[in-house]
C-alpha cells in the first residue's frame, strides 16, 4: 500500500492541525494505522494508532488529551487532529501502516511508510 500524509504546515502555540492520511488507488480498511513524528536531531518516536478493526486507539503519554486519531466511515482516509499545539510538537510526521496487525508503537512495526508531513509550531 502506498500511503500519502497530507495537512503539515504553520501555526502558533495553541493552534491546531488536521493531519491526513490515505491509501492511493486503495482503502485502509485492513490496514491498522500508526502516526510517528520525528523532530531534528531525535528518533522517531510514535504518536498515535488506530486498529484497523473495532476502533480502538492509543495516544504516546506526550499528545494525550490534545491529539485524536480517527477514520472516515469509508475507510480510505485516516486523520490526526491535533490541538492545542506546543512548539515541542514541531516535526515532520509520518503515517504508517500494517496489515490486521495491532498498534504498534515501534517503527519496526509498520511495514508501510508514507512521506512525511512538516508540522511547525511557533512560539
Known amino acids: 500500500v502506498q500511503l500519502q500524509a497530507c495537512g503539515g504546515g504553520l501555526v502558533q502555540a495553541e493552534g491546531s492541525l488536521r493531519l491526513s492520511c490515505a491509501a492511493s488507488g486503495g482503502t485502509l480498511s485492513s490496514y491498522t494505522i500508526g502516526w510517528f513524528r520525528q523532530a531534528p536531531g531525535k528518533e522517531r518516536e510514535f504518536v498515535a494508532g488506530?486498529?484497523?478493526?473495532?476502533?480502538?486507539?492509543d495516544y504516546a503519554d506526550s499528545v494525550k488529551g490534545r491529539v485524536a486519531i480517527s477514520r472516515d466511515s469509508a475507510k480510505i482516509t485516516v486523520y490526526l487532529q491535533m490541538n492545542s499545539l506546543k512548539p515541542e510538537d514541531t516535526a515532520v510526521y509520518y503515517c504508517a501502516a500494517r496489515w490486521r496487525g495491532y498498534i504498534g508503537s515501534t517503527t519496526g512495526a509498520y511495514a508501510y511508510w508514507g512521506k512525511g508531513t512538516l508540522v511547525t509550531v511557533s512560539s
Open positions: 488506530i486498529m484497523w478493526s473495532g476502533g480502538t486507539t
